[in-house]
């Protein structure tokens, strides 16, 4: 297996094909399907936990969440259709109970419901049965089944009365029934005539009140399965509902005449303040209840228009599959059939009291349709996909954010991403188009005329890219974007390319069955591989682009190299579609038509074995693996984005050996920067009027509040000095209160005692007479005891008289049953007798039999000790060869010792042998780059030899006819050759002058910048010379305003002397000319250097060459060594391969020597039975 394992870590995308695809866990986190998964989303965090789909499942049908939020059912059809209850508490979506129809064969349950209490489950069957099934699901126990309608008219939904768990809801096209469950059966509650009304969805309200939505637009209300009334769905804000009762015949004529502009009621909603209820496509009207139980339409809520679509009425004319609504009802959140997401905050809209309301996406938006190309880039963490919505995306997979979209007229079929991530290659219907990627926008900047382009690719330099047109491949340039090459051979339609990792070559696989690998440079195949059998889907390099992996139609993943298939996995019931190799070359990943992921151990196994993932719904359409190797992604034909972590089975991320950094540059357009650069300058003048104004607002509120302070501490003081003379007020009273308090105390204490005296006179009395009636009481009592005495004595005596009339009676009855005993006890003794004599009779009979059994065995019993004998002897040889045996293992143990020492000392070598290896490899990997450069110059210069050397053998051919001709001629050559001979010397003392002379010029040029940088510095002084008389000018304008305050004017032109007249004009004239020489001097002193290091420049050019000599010598020598050594390695990998394999079969030996031995135990222990 594969020690490389992928887990889900997130996912774009959402399945409209499942009924109640949408439901809320918690406050935070959202259950939906993608894929073949349920995602639990959480919307703050912006993590997901994966529920996976089972395994031979053909697809989700349904969702359906308990009332208490905990567990959550999926019908999945397949040869069998099921129901799977999960947990969501639990971390991984532990899976409950799977529930199945029992023995009735179905193929998809179209919806389900939960009861109230979470205890019962009802599923909704497909067409022709249509049967509901009512299961304790707990037990997976079906409770009952009932028809509910046949396939003229299909039900939508199902759903449970949230205040009676026996009472169902069933509603379709022509179908509205209620359900009672009672007595083991489903009984039908209600019989309305609605066959001419076709319901989408219903909600119940309270009681047995449910209300229900019909594809022209209406809300019917049902009170005990009876159709009441209607209620208006009119925007008015004030409009109260008509509620009106009217016949069926009136219903069925207006459902007859339907609008095929009405807007159609998909979704409907109950909540604690009413209902909410979806009114054609993008919008949600929320609807209060009122007094009377009426409903009044209060607020509505759109779905926005998109700005980056090109059609503005696709995003508004989605129609709104699924609604659901938080716990705390805080946040209303639903589903599109083009697969979006939105929520709505319901405290939100209450606080800001609108009419009207829009939603928001609740994640990003997701792809609609198939996606067709998937690209990742090396410096941005950012994926680019393109789908048949006519959309491309941008994603960034470390923040899990939509960064750019845009939709387009055409569908776009490819998409290439540069590795810069600032430009991306789109392949639509009718061209291909070179695209910059903005801060805010995609816009083309290039075209080219490449029709339907189905696969497009950027080398890993960015420097090129390869577009498939049919059965060509077209190679252009980024720089010049011109068709460099264009690389036909391919008979069928190419379905995948790739480029090496050095970009030197590129390898295509088509339809025909051929997997093609061409030279970037010159344009030829260097191989080929052609299997007619198969049409092949997808091709890759390996890791080290040593061999080439291809996937088709034949069910086989196929790895070839040197024009040979060199291993193959054998076909499964699956065919691959795409194919992706990790950087560290440990694993393969594999797409399927069925959309579940494998994981392959690389090299690849020659049996089934692999690791499998449940993905998505559909075909994987095509695999990337992210450059740091952190994650993988995979695109379907079910629209969803899927991303992998790449762990190892610790579950640890890998380890790059590439050092990749993320740039942070954007592209921005001229004309955006002017704009905004010119909106920021207006906000920062906005800005700073305002903060004058608030300044100013400041001031003045200072101002009132100093005043406020003012007049208010006013107030305090004088409430302070009146509450003080309250205060000395109202302790005169108090000192007043105490004295008076003193004197009534004094008072109420003499009064006091007197009333305790009198008190104790009159308790003394009541307790004389008390006494008194206490021993009468006693008296009585004394009296009452001597009768009880007497009674009891006179019923003793009664109870003695009864028991001894009951002995005699007992007695006489006991002297009978004696007599009885007596004759019983004869009768047994006689039966005794007669079972003594029967018994006798048996024992003689046994003992004749018991006769005849021992005569039987003692015949045995000989027969076997003869076999015994037999089998002694036997035992003796087997013996003698036992200790021969012991003989040799004791030799192969001597052997296998001596092996192990042996192998020690390899493994030493080895050890050592490979340390040598890594720091060769080292000193390799420094050589080989160099190698790589020379290796290029060496590969030009070939091709320029090659064509020099046919030139050469044309030249030599002429030669050889003018030759014939020129030999009259070669005197006047010879005497040219001589003239020829004196120019070139004079050429060369030409050359030489030249040399002099442009040293001359490069010195006299550096004396030119010295002088200019003079002659700046002078002007420089002189601007500064004119600021000083500009400000002089100006210091003396203000000195003549002071003309008529002589003091302030004496003043003024004493510092305009102090500040401008210089007090030493010697020392500075002297100081310049002491610089100038000083400039002078060093300026010769570094002419005199740069000369000096011309020359060792010159020296270190020769002594570089030579050094470069010898190191290319000392390559080829080391090269030979490495050689030597993979040989030497080579040979010594064999020899451990045969030691393991004796090592082996010494194993297998020792394990068989304990079971002789304990063979040959058993056999003594017969011998001593014997």
Not at 83 to 90: A, E, M, S
Not at 596 to 601: D, E, P, Q, V
Request: charged share 30%.
């Amino acid at each position: 297996m594969a020690t490389v394992v992928a887990q889900p870590h997130f996912i774009f995308g959402l399945r409209t094909d499942v009924s109640n695809n949408l439901c809320f866990f918690d406050e935070q986190t959202v259950v939906f399907p993608s894929g073949n998964n349920c995602v639990c989303y959480n919307t703050v965090q912006r993590t997901q936990r994966f529920i996976q789909g089972s395994e031979k499942s053909q697809g989700m049908r349904a969702l359906a969440i308990s009332a208490n939020r905990r567990y959550l059912a999926v019908s999945e059809c397949g040869g069998r259709a099921t129901i799977t209850v999960f947990d969501l508490q639990h971390e991984q979506g532990r899976k409950r109970k799977v529930l199945t129809a029992a023995d009735t064969p179905v193929q998809e349950f179209v919806c389900m419901a939960f009861s109230p209490d979470s205890k019962y489950l009802i599923g909704q069957t497909g067409g022709p049965e249509w049967m509901l099934i009512f299961w304790l699901w707990e037990k997976q126990k079906v409770l009952a089944t009932v028809k509910t309608t046949n396939s003229n008219n299909p039900v939508i939904q199902v759903s449970f009365n949230p205040y009676n768990n026996t009472q169902l809801c069933v509603c379709g096209t022509g179908v509205f029934k209620l359900f009672r469950y009672t007595e083991g059966a489903l009984k039908q509650s209600s019989f309305a005539k609605v066959e001419s009304i076709n319901f989408l969805c219903h909600t119940w309200m309270k009681g047995e009140r449910v209300i229900a939505g019909t594809d022209t637009g209406r809300l019917l209300v049902f009170e005990s399965g009876d159709l009441r009334r209607e209620i208006s769905t009119a925007s008015k804000a004030m409009q109260e509902q008509f509620d009106r009762q009217f016949e069926m015949k009136k219903i069925k004529d207006a459902d007859t005449d339907k609008d095929p502009n009405a807007p159609r009621i998909t979704a409907i909603l109950s909540y604690s303040k009413g209902f909410a209820s979806s009114l054609g496509s993008g919008t949600v009207c929320l609807f209060e209840k009122q007094e009377e139980d009426n409903y009044r339409r209060i607020r509505e809520i759109r779905i926005p228009s998109d700005p980056y679509s090109s059609e503005l009425s696709l995003a508004e004319s989605q129609k709104i599959d699924t609604m659901c609504i938080s716990p705390a009802e805080e946040t209303l959140a639903i589903s599109t059939d083009r697969g979006q997401l939105y929520s709505c905050s319901l405290s939100s809209l209450e606080m800001n009291k609108e009419a009207h309301a829009h939603f928001e996406f609740l994640s990003q938006s997701f792809h609609s349709k198939s996606i067709t190309g998937l690209s990742v880039c090396i410096q941005k963490p950012l994926i680019a996909t393109c789908s048949l919505d006519h959309s491309v995306r941008i994603w960034n997979y470390e923040t899990k954010v939509l960064e750019l979209y845009k939709e387009f007229q055409e569908e776009a079929y490819s998409i290439a991403l540069h590795p810069t991530g600032l430009f991306i290659l789109v392949g639509f219907s009718d061209k291909l188009r070179l695209m910059n990627l903005l801060i805010d926008d995609i816009r083309t900047f290039k075209e080219f005329t490449v029709r339907g382009c189905r696969d497009c690719a950027f080398s890993h330099g960015g420097h090129m890219f390869a577009a498939v047109n049919g059965n060509v491949i077209h190679i252009y340039s980024v720089t010049s974007f011109e068709n460099i090459l264009s690389l036909k051979g391919h008979n069928g339609k190419v379905r995948g390319i790739e480029w090496s990792l050095d970009d030197s070559r590129l390898v295509s696989c088509g339809m025909e069955g051929a997997v093609y690998e061409w030279n970037t440079q010159s344009g030829k195949r260097v191989s080929e591989s052609v299997l007619n059998s198969c049409s092949y889907t997808d091709v890759a390099f390996s890791s080290d682009c040593k061999s080439i992996l291809a996937v088709g139609t034949d069910l086989t993943l196929k790895e070839i190299q040197d024009c040979q298939v060199l291993r193959e996995i054998p076909p499964d019931e699956e065919a691959h579609t795409v194919v992706a190799v990790s950087h560290s070359g440990r694993v393969v990943f594999t797409g399927t038509s069925s959309g579940t992921i494998r994981a392959i151990k690389y090299p690849l196994p020659l049996q089934k074995d692999w690791i499998m993932y449940q993905a998505h719904c559909g075909p994987v359409t095509k695999m990337v693996i992210t450059f740091d190797h952190q994650f993988l992604l995979t695109v379907s034909a079910d629209g969803c984005l899927l991303m992998w972590k790449i762990i190892d089975k610790e579950g640890r991320g890998l380890m790059s050996n590439r050092q990749i950094i993320h740039t942070e540059e954007i592209l921005v357009t001229k004309s955006d920067l002017e704009e905004k650069t010119q909106n920021m300058l207006e906000l920062k003048m906005r800005l700073e009027e305002l903060q004058m104004e608030n300044e100013y607002q400041l001031r003045l509120k200072d101002m009132n509040y100093n005043e406020k302070m003012k007049e208010l501490s006013d107030k305090f003081t004088q409430q302070i000095e009146s509450l003080k003379s309250h205060q000395q007020a109202m302790k005169t009273e108090i000192e007043k209160q105490e004295c008076e308090h003193q004197k009534s105390s004094a008072e109420v204490t003499l009064n006091h005692s007197k009333e305790l005296k009198d008190l104790e006179l009159s308790c003394s009395q009541k307790l004389m007479v008390e006494h008194e009636r206490y021993q009468d009481l006693q008296r009585k009592y004394e009296r009452m005891q001597e009768d009880y005495e007497m009674q009891l004595k006179a019923a003793e005596e009664s109870r003695v008289q009864g028991l001894k009339e009951q002995t005699q009676l007992y007695e006489a009855r006991l002297q009978e049953k004696t007599q009885l005993l007596a004759q019983c006890q004869e009768d047994a003794q006689q039966q005794i007798c007669d079972f003594k004599e029967i018994i006798k009779q048996v024992e003689q009979d046994e003992e004749r039999k018991i006769h005849d059994i021992q005569i039987k065995y003692e015949k045995k019993l000989h027969t076997e000790k003869e076999t015994n004998t037999n089998l002694k002897g036997e035992t003796s040889i087997m013996t003698q060869k036992f200790y021969s045996l012991q003989r040799q293992i004791d030799d192969r143990c001597t052997d296998i010792s001596k092996l192990k020492q042996e192998r020690q000392r390899l493994l030493g070598l080895i050890r050592s042998l490979e340390s040598d290896i890594e720091d060769l490899k080292r000193q390799i990997s420094g050589h080989e780059k160099t190698n790589q450069d020379k290796d290029k110059t060496i590969s030009s210069l070939k091709k320029k030899n090659q064509e020099l050397e046919k030139l050469r053998f044309v030249l030599d051919f002429q030669l050889n006819e003018l030759k014939k001709q020129t030999e009259p001629q070669q005197d006047d050559i010879n005497e040219k050759k001589e003239r020829i001979q004196k120019l070139e010397e004079e050429l060369v003392q030409m050359d030489k002058s030249n040399t002099q002379l442009r040293l001359t010029v490069s010195d006299l040029r550096l004396k030119v910048k010295a002088r200019n940088k003079e002659v700046h510095k002078e002007m420089q002084k002189v601007k500064d010379l004119e600021t000083h008389l500009q400000r002089l000018k100006s210091d003396l304008h203000n000195c003549v305003g002071f003309i008529q305050e002589p003091m302030k004017l004496r003043d003024s032109v004493q510092m305009i002397y102090s500040r401008y007249v210089p007090q030493a004009n010697g020392v500075e004239s002297s100081m310049d000319e002491d610089i100038q020489s000083a400039f002078c001097r060093q300026r010769d002193h570094l002419e005199r250097t740069v000369n000096s290091l011309r020359m060792r420049l010159a020296k270190s050019a020769e002594e570089h060459d030579r050094v470069y000599v010898k190191i290319m010598k000392e390559n080829v020598t080391l090269i030979s060594e490495i050689n030597e050594l993979r040989k030497e390695l080579l040979s010594e990998r064999t020899r451990v391969k045969e030691y393991k394999a004796q090592l082996a079969t010494i194993k297998k030996s020792n394990k068989s020597r304990p079971n002789s031995q304990d063979g040959a135990r058993k056999e003594p222990n017969h011998e001593q039975v014997n």
